[in-house]
């Protein structure tokens, strides 16, 4: 199944910056996804990312908080912009496997305090 | 009500017990995830279901679409099993997940 590598791991950011999270998958994939998890609540998606296009954002989520980028089939970036405590939450990205219909594989988390 | 209910929402046990975590839902659906999610926060998806039943190692899932329920089962429980299981479904219409809120897991030597 599809490894993916999602950086950083966590960090503590001040209030008013801004932190881009990254992705890299080791093969080609048509979708990505962004998820927010906020503490102690389950997974909410941000937005979907397909190459060569804009990002589509989910209810609640909008660009020029939550830039993305997808330059190629391999990778993105999720920017959380302007962050305040609210946005302190663990924040993943996911591709549909390619091995197998219907499966995810996801990153192994950005955990994001911020201060 | 949540489209997907899990139960229990938290599991305290021994190490060697049998664990059972459940999982109902309430739409029709494409296939049924069972994932895990560690401490920092990592998810690794465990299996994914459509009907029957799949087992690897000491995890075995089952899913019965009639009643719109799926089973979790870890035997001989291990302290490493410690963390969140979550049950999440993929809806026939579009690529969505629609997510359980999880069953903490916490296994005692």
């Known amino acids: 199944s599809a490894v993916i590598s999602q950086k950083p791991s966590r960090d503590i950011c001040q209030r008013g910056t801004s932190l881009t999270i990254q992705c890299q998958v080791d093969?080609?994939?048509?979708?990505m996804f962004w998820y927010r998890q906020q503490p102690g609540q389950s997974l909410t998606l941000i937005a979907t990312?397909?190459?060569?296009?804009?990002?589509?954002?989910e209810s609640g989520f909008v660009i020029d908080k939550f830039p993305i980028s997808r330059p190629n089939l391999t990778f993105s970036t999720l920017t959380v912009s302007n962050m305040s405590p609210e946005d302190s939450s663990i924040y993943l990205c996911?591709?549909?496997?390619?091995?197998?219909?219907?499966?995810?594989?996801f990153g192994s988390g950005t955990r994001l305090t911020v201060v | 009500k949540n489209e997907v209910e899990q139960s229990p929402q938290n599991l305290t046990a021994q190490e060697g017990e049998f664990i059972t975590i459940n999982c109902s839902y309430s739409?029709?659906?494409?296939?049924l995830h069972w994932l895990q999610q560690h401490p920092g926060g990592g998810i690794v998806s465990l299996f994914m279901?459509?009907?029957?039943?799949k087992k690897h190692g000491r995890l075995i899932a089952t899913i019965n679409i009639q009643e719109k329920h799926s089973s979790l089962h870890i035997t001989a429980s291990h302290p490493r099993d410690s963390a969140v299981y979550i049950c999440a479904v993929g809806v026939d219409s579009n690529y969505q997940l629609i997510w359980g809120a999880g069953t903490k897991l916490i296994i005692k030597p």
């Open positions: 093969s080609q994939v048509t979708m």
């Open positions: 279901l459509s009907s029957g039943k």
């Open positions: 990312a397909n190459q060569g296009s804009e990002a589509t954002y």
């Open positions: 739409v029709g659906i494409s296939a």
């Open positions: 996911s591709v549909e496997d390619p091995a197998f219909s219907g499966g995810y594989t």
